[in-house]
């Protein structure tokens, strides 16, 4: 099963801050973060594992909720490099590393 | 440092016609390997993936095939080709650090 991504699409003004939402429906052992620019592969952002830690990469950090079952990204003081489509990947298990992925948030930024 | 290499990065092929898209992966040894499929803005759908030489695991029933003939080496493989088969195919590897992806094989039939 996909995981569910909330907003679908986001529109931001520079320096504003933006949240991406992931939920399953399943239990989840870990959650990945990617971002994806017109045309090119996805870059990993990062890694939350099951546990309710928070991690930060730079002003992207993201926390993962294990009994909501549920993982949020975290946009602040957005600059206009942030556009992209961002997707997170969802491992069950913990056994064989297969990730799912949810439609992705295509996040614009405008200057 | 690990590199993933993915060729070619476009194609166009007509209806019918064999496919075949290689993957290799550099730095790293038995390395989990994984083909994906993005259609025209859409997400990730998960084609197929390996754990080890000749372990492949199919997750969509399509026309597609894959094999891993070297624990580096991730094949793609159609013997007829669709016109739903067009889309973006990404190659990647890893595992619970995260995966890296190839630059992807932008694929139109015909």
């Known amino acids: 099963q996909q995981p569910v991504q909330s907003p679908q699409a986001v529109i931001l003004r520079e320096g504003e801050d933006a949240v991406i939402n992931c939920s399953s429906s399943k239990a989840l052992y870990s959650v990945h973060w990617y971002r994806q620019k017109h045309g090119e592969a996805p870059v990993f952002l990062m890694i939350l594992l099951k546990g309710g830690e928070q991690k930060g990469h730079e002003k992207i950090s993201a926390s993962f909720n294990e009994k909501k079952q549920q993982s949020s990204l975290y946009l602040t003081a957005s600059q206009l490099s942030y556009s992209g489509t961002y997707f997170c990947?969802?491992?069950?298990?913990?056994?064989?590393?297969?990730?799912?992925f949810g439609k992705g948030t295509l996040l614009t930024v405008n200057p | 440092s690990q590199t993933i290499h993915q060729w070619p990065a476009t194609l166009v092929q007509p209806v019918g016609s064999p496919l075949s898209l290689e993957c290799t992966v550099e730095?790293?040894?038995?390395?989990?390997l994984y083909w994906y499929r993005q259609a025209a803005g859409r997400g990730l759908q998960l084609l197929f993936y390996?754990?080890?030489?000749?372990?492949i695991s199919s997750e969509v029933p399509q026309n597609l095939s894959a094999s891993r003939p070297q624990d580096r080496q991730f094949i793609l493989s159609s013997k007829k080709l669709l016109l739903s088969d067009s889309g973006f195919y990404l190659c990647a590897w890893g595992g619970i650090g995260g995966y890296t992806f190839g630059s992807g094989t932008r694929l139109t039939v015909v």
């Open positions: 390996s754990v080890g030489i000749g372990q």
């Open positions: 730095g790293t040894s038995n390395p989990n």
């Open positions: 990947g969802t491992e069950w298990g913990g056994s064989n590393y297969k990730l799912t």
